[in-house]
């Protein structure tokens, strides 16, 4: 921007100092031929008065020489009987006996005839070289360029100033809303610059302060619902005793509503982290793996036995794989076969289940919440589409080769580069 706007100064002060510079150099070289002439007018009247009192040659060298033209031997007087001083006028132009200035190797002749007694006629020769012609023109076209780059130089620093004003309150602006973005509720602006901007700078704090009340209220809510649900579960706990596999899912389920309390009550901010998908699937397989074999449930766990780092935490994913592995338990008969497959591409993982159940009717209405259908609230496919989203993936919902439903998690672990038909695009549109 400011080099936008130093650029539009330069050009608008130089077309306004042009409009004038140009006529005002034409008018002083003019001024300075019209000077000079004038010089060469006053010399030739100088030597009428010696031409009223005398005709003679020698007379008259002395009276031309008394004079500055003279002594230069720039004047001349052209006689019925020859010629006093050095010419440079055409012999025809002096023959014409008339006013006239006349354009010569290296200036201008300037011709005056001169009436005397008996009709006798003398023709005075001023010469005025090209130097008398341009005296001072150089000096003046080098005052009126400075007086230009000063005029171009300040309305560049004018313009500067001001758009770093802008810039600097801009940018401000967008320091701002990428702090706030990335979670830090507590940045707010001093608004400056235009006016504008000050209206943007206090919108700007208005919306961060009602961000922050709005996400303040809802952790608030879900710590008070997560603590709502330790009474039950304590309850749960002293009837089932001490011991027991049930007593080890209550134990993690009181470990979860905890984690979900200390992170409501935590400043939002986003969790930034990476894993390994592949032992995370391990992990939560073997978890899995119990369940599945209480119901006859053959499983298969492909493509996990190497790393696959992936940019999201290992509790997000752990929280997305057991969503979409319960919904294989929750929707699908027993003994239902289902296989999860760990695939890594260039610049993507993926995870896939399938299972051969009776699929889902609605694939693409099953990752929005509330309407996966089943009785189901379809917040598990929801958590998993925000996810893979975070990443710069996608979720997707289709038909398995097993006959059921087949859900692909898929996580990029790179920037997406843009199709040459895309960057066109895009560049289309930055221009």
Not at 78 to 91: D, E, I, K, S
Not at 238 to 261: C, K, N, T, Y
Not at 364 to 370: D, H, Q
């Amino acid at each position: 921007m400011r080099r936008g706007l130093a650029l539009v100064a330069v050009a608008v002060t130089a077309m306004v100092a042009l409009a004038f510079l140009i006529p005002l150099a034409a008018v002083v070289k003019e001024v300075a031929e019209t000077k000079a002439l004038a010089e060469a007018e006053r010399q030739a009247t100088a030597i009428v008065p010696a031409l009223v009192v005398t005709v003679d040659a020698k007379r008259l060298e002395r009276a031309l020489a008394s004079t500055p033209a003279g002594a230069a031997g720039r004047l001349a007087v052209h006689l019925p009987t020859g010629t006093v001083g050095r010419t440079r006028a055409p012999a025809d132009a002096v023959a014409s006996a008339r006013s006239r200035t006349i354009r010569v190797t290296g200036g201008y002749v300037l011709l005056r005839p001169v009436a005397l007694d008996r009709g006798r006629i003398v023709v005075i020769e001023v010469y005025a070289p090209e130097s008398d012609l341009t005296r001072g023109v150089a000096t003046s076209w080098a005052v009126l360029t400075g007086v230009a780059i000063t005029l171009v130089a300040g309305s560049v620093v004018v313009a500067d100033r001001l758009g770093a004003r802008v810039v600097r309150a801009t940018r401000r602006l967008g320091a701002a809303a990428v702090s706030l973005g990335s979670g830090d509720l507590s940045v707010r602006i001093q608004p400056d610059g235009p006016p504008e901007l000050v209206a943007a700078g206090q919108a700007f704090n208005t919306m961060a302060d009602q961000v922050a009340g709005l996400l303040a209220a809802e952790r608030e809510m879900a710590a008070d619902l997560s603590h709502r649900l330790r009474t039950p579960l304590t309850a749960l706990r002293l009837q089932l005793g001490d011991h027991g596999p049930a007593v080890e899912q209550v134990d993690r389920l009181e470990r979860e509503v905890d984690a979900i309390i200390e992170t409501a009550r935590r400043p939002a901010r986003p969790v930034a982290g990476r894993c390994d998908a592949a032992e995370v699937l391990r992990e939560r397989l073997v978890f899995w793996s119990a369940l599945a074999e209480d119901q006859g449930r053959p499983w298969e766990l492909v493509g996990a036995d190497v790393p696959a780092l992936v940019p999201v935490a290992a509790t997000e994913l752990s929280a997305v794989i057991d969503a979409t592995l319960g919904n294989v338990f929750r929707h699908t008969p027993q003994r239902t076969p289902f296989t999860v497959t760990l695939h890594q591409g260039s610049g993507i993982v993926g995870i896939l289940v399938a299972d051969a159940g009776p699929g889902i009717a609605d694939p693409k209405g099953a990752l929005k919440r509330g309407h996966s259908g089943a009785g189901s609230t379809g917040l598990g496919l929801d958590i998993a589409r925000r996810l893979a989203e975070s990443t710069g993936g996608s979720v997707r919902v289709e038909r398995s080769v097993l006959g059921g439903a087949a859900v692909q998690l898929w996580l990029r672990t790179a920037p997406q580069t843009p199709k040459p038909r895309t960057r066109r695009l895009l560049g289309r549109a930055l221009n």
